[in-house]
Nanobody
Framework: QVQLVESGGGSVQAGTSLTLTCEKPRYRGNCVAWFRQAPGEEREGIAALSHATGATFYSDSVKGRFTISTGNDKNPLYLQMHNLKPEDTAMYYC?????????????????WGQGTQVTVS
């Protein structure tokens, strides 16, 4: 069974940095991503990575501030977040699985973690 476990969330001041980690020891596929969901909002794809091509994808809301990457052998998955803003406050989820569709669409991914909360004030 594929399990994804996020960590690294917390409460931080605006303008600071935070790095999220997603452990996925049983998934070595090529398609991984980070999503976030604020209360009352849809789950939003913010960063995706394709190991097959090396391509990365970012939403406009985080482009230039966030970076998706992985450790050796495709594990763990990281999300480096810089210059955090109050509007970045959300539950952050990692996702994995190579379905069809845009890399930032949630329907593409079969596997999900439980999330880690990020609060920026």
């Amino acid at each position: 069974q594929v399990q994804l476990v996020e960590s690294g969330g917390g409460s931080v001041q605006a303008g600071t940095s935070l790095t999220l980690t997603c452990e996925k020891p049983r998934y070595r596929g090529n398609c991984v991503a980070w999503f976030r969901q604020a209360p009352g909002e849809e789950r939003e794809g913010i960063a995706a990575l394709s190991h097959a091509t090396g391509a990365t994808f970012y939403s406009d809301s985080v482009k230039g501030r966030f970076t998706i990457s992985t450790g050796n052998d495709k594990n763990p998955l990281y999300l480096q977040m810089h210059n955090l803003k109050p509007e970045d406050t959300a539950m952050y989820y990692c996702a994995a699985g190579c379905g069809t569709g845009n890399p930032l669409e949630k329907g593409r991914y079969a596997y999900w973690g439980q999330g880690t909360q990020v609060t920026v004030s």
